[in-house]
Structures are given as structure tokens and as C-alpha cells.
């Protein structure tokens, strides 16, 4: 028998503060190999945080994150903790790799370069192969034809599931993204919506920051609602949706639906 896989990122009791500004105050979470993960909650609950400190773009001064059954080292405590091992903050970057609502794709290099520049330059893999799995990414995406385009010359849409290939050239364990449709027109938007359920249906890893409630309720195994740095309710989307207990998701909801 097989021993159980770990979950591809945990997070256990995480704290994170701004200065004197407490943002996160001991958030658990679970991304089991495969599944979907929503978050979901008010501007300002903490989701783009608890994304940052999971991928250790943001330092948090308390709690777990283990990647893959392996627990993030860190040295000092407190304000200054920091992660005591830089070869382990490089895996776990390029394991989970983000999304962002403004793309960030590099202006002034071509689409195909924007993908291959991580596999290449920080991966050092073969270029050859990092073209071809390139290729073949920006095809899945379905801008194959926009390779030597640059990105001033893409729809918010196009950019966006450029940004989508790149991540996915990585070769990530996950993906992440923050708000990956926030920044799209409603027609555009769709684009991306599309290849996200494609990438869940092929049992990609995700953790997806949304405000998109239909998109969250039709790909997520797990929906975790964050209120002002804390988990006020989660759940299969089912019940988070179609049974919330909370008032406040109630009145969320009632916003947003
Ligand atoms: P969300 O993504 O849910 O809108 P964020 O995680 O971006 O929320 O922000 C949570 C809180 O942390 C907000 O009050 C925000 O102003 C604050 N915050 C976020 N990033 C920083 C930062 N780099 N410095 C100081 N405060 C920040
Ligand atoms: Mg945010």
C-alpha cells in the first residue's frame, strides 16, 4: 500500500503583520495534491497576504508552512524570523507558482520570451526543450500564434493567459493566483475563466484568489472564506455557497452573488 501523499502546501496557525498592522491572525490551510482551493472575502481580509507568505514572497513571524511534507526552516523568531534556508525558499517559489491580476509580463521582451525566461535563466534547463514545452504551453492557452508578439500588442485576456503559460513553463507543484480575472473586461474575462477550469479539470493544484463566485463555486474542492485575518467559514463549495452559516459570508455573499 501506498503511504499517503502530503498536501502540496499547509499552513498552520499563520501570523503576518505590517508593522503594527495585523493582517493574518493563525490561518490554517490545506492544498491536497489535485484539488482546487478558493479563497475568497472583503478587499483587505488578508487573501493576497496569506498567497504571498505561502510562496515565501512575504515573511509571516508565526506558524507552519510546509511544502510537501516539508517544513519551511526558519531562524530567529518573531520580527525577525527568516527563512534559515535559501535553496529551500528557491523550490518552494518556483513549486507554486503566481498569477497576478496585472500580469506582469515583462514589456519588452516577446511573449515566448516572457515564458521561457524563468525555466531558462533561473531553472538553467535546456533552452531547446524550454521552447518547446513553451510552445506548447502558449497552445494550450490558446495564443500559440502570439509567440513573437509583445505583450503591448495582446488584449488584457491574451496577457493574461500569457501569464498563465509562464506559470505553468515552470513546471509548478501548484499554481496560484490572485485575482486572476480582476483586472479583465467582462468579455475577456471569460478567456481566462475557461483555461482555469481547463487546468482544474486536468487536476492541477490550485490555490485561486477570486471575487468571481460562480467561477470559485464551479472549480473549487474546498472554499475558504477569510475574514479581517481570520478563516470565518470554509467548506466544500456546496455548502458555502449553498448553505453558509456566518452572517457575515451571508452578507458577503449577498454582495457579490
Ligand atoms: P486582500 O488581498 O484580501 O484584499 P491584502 O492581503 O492585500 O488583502 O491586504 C490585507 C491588509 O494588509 C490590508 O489592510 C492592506 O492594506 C495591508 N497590506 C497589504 N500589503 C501590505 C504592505 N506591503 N504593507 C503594509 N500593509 C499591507
Ligand atoms: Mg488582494
Not at 503511504?3 to 492544498?31: Q, T
Not at 523550490?91 to 525566461?117: D, G, P
Request: charged share 25%; proline share 5%.
Amino acid at each position: 500500500m501506498h503511504e499517503a501523499e502530503p498536501p502540496v502546501i499547509e499552513i498552520r496557525d499563520l501570523h503576518k503583520s505590517y508593522g503594527p498592522l495585523e493582517v493574518l491572525k493563525g490561518v490554517d490551510m490545506v492544498a491536497e495534491r489535485g484539488h482546487v482551493v478558493s479563497l475568497i472575502g472583503s478587499s483587505g481580509s488578508g487573501k493576497s497576504t496569506l498567497l504571498r507568505c505561502a510562496n515565501l514572497l512575504e515573511i509571516s513571524q508565526k506558524g507552519e508552512i510546509i511544502f510537501e511534507g516539508e517544513p519551511i526552516r526558519w531562524k530567529g523568531a518573531g520580527a525577525s524570523r527568516r527563512p534559515a534556508d535559501p535553496e529551500q525558499v528557491r523550490r518552494v517559489r518556483t513549486n507554486l507558482a503566481m498569477v497576478f491580476q496585472q500580469f506582469n509580463l515583462w514589456s519588452h521582451m516577446t511573449i515566448l520570451q516572457n515564458v521561457m525566461e524563468a525555466p531558462v535563466h533561473v531553472l538553467k534547463r535546456d533552452r531547446a526543450e524550454v521552447e518547446a514545452a513553451a510552445r506548447a504551453y502558449l497552445e494550450k492557452v490558446g495564443i500559440a500564434d502570439k509567440a513573437d508578439a509583445y505583450p503591448a500588442q495582446l488584449s488584457g485576456g491574451q496577457q493574461q493567459r500569457a501569464a498563465i503559460a509562464r506559470a505553468l513553463c515552470m513546471e509548478p507543484r501548484a499554481l496560484l493566483f490572485d485575482e486572476p480575472t480582476s483586472a479583465l473586461d467582462p468579455e475577456l474575462e471569460q478567456e481566462v475563466v475557461k483555461v482555469i477550469k481547463a487546468l482544474a479539470e486536468e487536476g492541477r493544484t490550485m490555490i485561486l484568489v477570486t471575487h468571481d463566485m460562480r467561477l470559485a463555486a464551479d472549480v473549487s474542492d474546498h472554499v475558504v472564506f477569510l475574514h479581517l485575518g481570520r478563516i470565518e467559514e470554509e467548506g466544500p463549495p456546496e455548502a458555502v455557497f449553498g448553505n453558509p452559516q456566518s452572517e457575515r459570508l451571508r452578507q458577503f455573499l449577498s454582495h457579490t452573488l
